[in-house]
Every structure is written in C-alpha cells, then in structure tokens.
T-cell receptor
Framework: GAGVSQTPSNKVTEKGKYVELRCDPI?????LYWYRQSLGQGPEFLIY????????DSGLPNDRFFAVRPEGSVSTLKIQRTERGDSAVYLC????????????FGEGSRLTVL | KNQVEQSPQSLIILEGKNCTLQ??????????LRWYKQDTGRGPVSLTI?????NTKSNGRYTATLDADTKQSSLHITASQLSDSASYIC????????????FGTGTRLTVIP
C-alpha cells in the first residue's frame, strides 16, 4: 500500500508475555518513529530511526522496550514482560529524508495487557 | 523547558458553526509548527504546516495562524461538519533535520447536528 502499515491492529496479551509490533513505512522514507498514545493524550515519543540505526531512543521507558530496523525499512517494536501500564496505542510514523518533515502515521497497534 | 500547550482540552459545537483552537509553545529554536487531525481509532494526518515567516495558511475550511513573536498558533474551522469531529494536535519542530518534535495533548472537537 501507499501508506504506513502497522500490524497487528489489535493485540490482547497477558501480563508478563512478550509482544512484537510491526511497522512497514512508506517506501523510500528513511526516518521512522515510534510513539505511544494513551487515551486522551497526545503521542509520546519512544524511538527514532534514521536508516537502520536508532538515532534517538531516549523515549523508551525502560529496558523492557526495544526496537529494531535491520534493513532500514520495516521496524519491529518489542516489549518484554508486558505490564498493564503498557496498554496503549502504539503509533508508527515515517518521514522522507528531505522535505518539510511531515510525519505520515500508521493506524496504530492497540495493545491491551490483561 | 520546551512545551506545547493546547486549549481548550475539549470542545462541543453545533454543525455549521465556526470554532478556534489554540496552541501556545515555548519551543526554541523554532523550525515549524504543524496541525494534525486525528480521527478516533486512526493515526494523525497533517492539515497544515507553518514556518517562521508565515502568518496564515488555509486548507479548505481550516485556517491556521502563527504569531512567532508571542509563540502562539490557532486553527480556525469554518462552517463545521460532523466529519470535523476529531482530536487536533499541535506539533512544534524545534530544529530542522533533527528528531526534535514536541507534541501538544490535543483538543477533542465534537460537532453535533
């Protein structure tokens, strides 16, 4: 497709389980961002990739969270030992290397930890 | 501290009426400011971008203004429609080419018939 694709759209898991969320950015976009959004709040920055490398991971809340982008395209956000407080919508956005810096968001992955 | 504050937090208006949403920021240096529209259960979509030298910009029934001196922006919606019901998020970029984006918490707009 032409837009940013995120899977799964919904994920329900039990506390303590491991979760992977996938983001397929717009082809050719070198910048990729992960955000977390709780109900009624704006997106909260998690991590930013420029190409294959994590240029800024200062938003990751703790070492249970990790993200990769091995080939500079698809990215996976990994959450270990999930906690109920991890429940949120995880948004992925991509942006071209040149231009006005507009972010193109996916529809998000809604994670619910029971 | 770099911050973006939006008001009101929520707003309910009748279909056909106009409304104005506010965004105040303390981000410095300033690169640009964007307004995003986020429908329920969807990702945000860019409505308009304002750079330092721009005072006003329109996109259909949406008009954004920017006062870089007072660090304030507004989004005016004219002749509101039911489909305008969404959250509107103000995002300020602090430095071109870097990951320096500051998000407001959004204004939740509900348009009722």
């Amino acid at each position: 497709g032409a837009g940013v694709s995120q899977t799964p759209s919904n994920k329900v898991t039990e506390k303590g389980k491991y979760v992977e969320l996938r983001c397929d950015p717009i082809s050719g976009h070198t910048a990729l961002y992960w955000y977390r959004q709780s109900l009624g709040q704006g997106p909260e920055f998690l991590i930013y990739f420029q190409g294959t490398g994590a240029a800024d991971d200062s938003g990751l809340p703790n070492d249970r969270f990790f993200a990769v982008r091995p080939e500079g395209s698809v990215s996976t956000l990994k959450i270990q030992r999930t906690e109920r407080g991890d429940s949120a919508v995880y948004l992925c956005a991509s942006s071209p290397s040149k231009g006005t810096g507009e972010l193109f968001f996916g529809e998000g992955s809604r994670l619910t930890v029971l | 501290k770099n911050q973006v504050e939006q008001s009101p937090q929520s707003l309910i208006i009748l279909e056909g009426k106009n409304c104005t949403l506010q965004c105040n920021y303390t981000v410095s240096p300033f690169s640009n400011l964007r307004w995003y529209k986020q429908d329920t259960g969807r990702g945000p979509v860019s409505l308009t971008i304002m750079t330092f030298s721009e005072n006003t910009k329109s996109n259909g029934r949406y008009t954004a203004t920017l006062d870089a001196d007072t660090k304030q922006s507004s989004l005016h919606i004219t002749a509101s429609q039911l489909s305008d019901s969404a959250s509107y998020i103000c995002v300020v970029s602090g430095r071109t080419g870097a990951n320096n984006l500051f998000f407001g918490t959004g204004t939740r707009l509900t348009v009722i018939p």
